[in-house]
């Protein structure tokens, strides 16, 4: 690969979306799989190759999963046959494992004591660790992502416990990494979240059924009401007898570390993360933009979708004009999920185009979330020129990216990421703006004003919140 092979401005420039998880207990009669669906619906924006959803009902768990976005896979024929009392979905996007129909989850496993399925958001560090351990067992793998290996902690922890909740309880010490989790057994639903708190999952309630999802926007969607998150280290177990159970033996008294970038860029704006609205966080982050890093400009420029809040907040706290200067074509997803950079990087001319009347003969302020590789962002300005702007100026409503991500936010190898060693100046002018401004690393407090939660920022100081197995993820992987 190229020490330049994507940039920030719209696909591969961005750290790989996260996987987001949706589940439901039913109480009250309503249709599992077709709230599931809704819920997935909500949550695409989160992965983007394959998707699925599980259904418990008389002890028995049906499942269907293929490749593709959530209203191609689940026609109406295919939600009419999943018929239960509960159900758990899925969307992927592979930040560990090949991208085949293998590795789409809900991952269901049948064994001694029945069937499990299993959706998980997140990368285990000691993933490869634990399936070798399997493996040198004679347990065979039929995919090649970390749930599966959670599954059998899970299933070997039910063997010397007394319910499935426990053995999720006592598999918690033995994962370690970034996950949020649902566990579907033929009659219990359960959630849990990492010791940190890297990635988020929250509970809601519609009348007396529980929901749990990745973010609350999926939520919205199927008219639940909000109830709380799931705490770090949190196991929650829904049941038709006790109704909703929490067990907080691995609840430590540690900082949670919520991944920053959920702000940044992977949640949806109309969610809210830890207690604080995304939405107003982007906009903070332009505020912020506007203090620190200043511009001599005619016109504010967001990069659709995930720059445009920040370049509100920029424009509001500078007073320069945000105009809508860049159309996206609404019908080319998020292009950062392209399975190749030759693909992403042909996709940028057909999903973004700038808007000629606008920029031209104009000062542009560009505002985009990030920037990782800096192929696409240096693209981006060549469309803004190419339109007749006269001066471009890249802000970045993040610090750059100095570190690899461990955690399921796909940020490459040193190597890769076009801040790595390299001044401001060589980096301006790798992507030819005028200017170049990040958010200060400092200032991810104030962009976070109300979060319930402290923050993993590793990824741009290397400040990683547990060990992580350096030099066997970056030759396995071949960084």
Not at 159 to 166: I, Q
Not at 175 to 202: C, E, F, N, T
Not at 448 to 456: E, L, M, S, V, Y
Request: aromatic residues 8%.
């Amino acid at each position: 690969m190229s020490a330049f092979n994507g940039g920030p401005c719209t696909d591969s420039h961005k750290p790989k979306e996260e996987c987001g998880v949706f589940g439901i207990f039913d109480n009250d009669g309503l249709d599992v799989a077709q709230l599931t669906y809704y819920g997935l619906f909500s949550l695409q924006h989160r992965g983007q190759e394959s998707c699925g959803i599980a259904v418990s009902q008389n002890r028995d768990i049906k499942h269907y999963k293929n490749m593709g976005l959530v209203n191609e896979v689940f026609t109406s024929d295919v939600l009419s046959q999943l018929k239960g009392e509960m159900a758990i979905g899925h969307v992927r996007y592979s930040t560990t494992g090949e991208s085949r129909r293998e590795n789409a989850q809900p991952l269901v496993t049948k064994y001694v004591k029945g069937a499990l399925a299993i959706a998980h958001n997140g990368n285990l560090t000691n993933g490869d660790e634990l399936r070798e351990q399997f493996e040198q067992r004679g347990l065979i793998f039929q995919t090649t992502i970390d749930s599966e290996a959670i599954a059998y902690v899970i299933a070997g922890e039910r063997l010397g416990s007394k319910s499935v909740e426990e053995a999720v309880v006592r598999s918690i010490p033995r994962i370690h990494g970034a996950y949020s989790l649902l566990v579907m057994s033929p009659r219990k639903l359960i959630a849990a979240r990492d010791v940190y708190g890297l990635r988020p999952l929250s509970i809601g309630k519609i009348g007396n059924s529980w929901v749990f999802a990745s973010e609350t926007c999926a939520l919205d969607a199927v008219g639940a009401e909000f109830v709380r998150d799931v705490e770090p280290g949190e196991v929650v177990v829904c049941d038709r007898e006790r109704g909703l159970l929490s067990f907080k033996d691995n609840c430590r008294a540690v900082q949670p570390r919520m991944c920053i970038f959920e702000y940044i860029y992977i949640a949806r704006p109309d969610s809210r993360i830890a207690g604080m609205s995304v939405y107003e966080a982007r906009k903070n982050a332009g505020r912020l933009l506007a203090r620190y890093c200043p511009a001599d400009a005619d016109i504010v420029v967001g990069v659709p979708d995930s720059g445009l809040d920040a370049a509100i907040g920029y424009s509001e706290e500078s007073g320069i004009t945000y105009e809508h200067g860049m159309i996206r074509n609404r019908y080319m997803g998020r292009t950062f999920i392209q399975p190749s950079q030759e693909m992403r990087e042909r996709s940028v001319r057909l999903k973004l185009n700038p808007l000629r009347h606008i920029v031209e003969g104009k000062r542009v302020v560009m505002i985009d979330d990030s920037m990782v590789r800096g192929t696409t962002c240096r693209r981006i300005v060549g469309m803004m020129r190419d339109a007749g702007a006269k001066e471009v100026h890249m802000r970045f409503a993040s610090p750059p990216f100095l570190y690899p991500c461990y955690f399921g936010t796909d940020v490459p190898s040193q190597e890769l990421l076009v801040a790595w060693r390299r001044s401001m100046d060589d980096v301006k002018s790798i992507i030819g703006a005028d200017s170049l401004g990040y958010l200060p690393v400092e200032t991810l407090g104030e962009m976070i004003p109300d979060a319930k939660t402290g923050w993993c920022d590793a990824c741009f100081t290397g400040k990683y919140p547990m060990p992580v197995p350096y030099d066997k993820i970056r030759n396995e992987r071949g960084y």
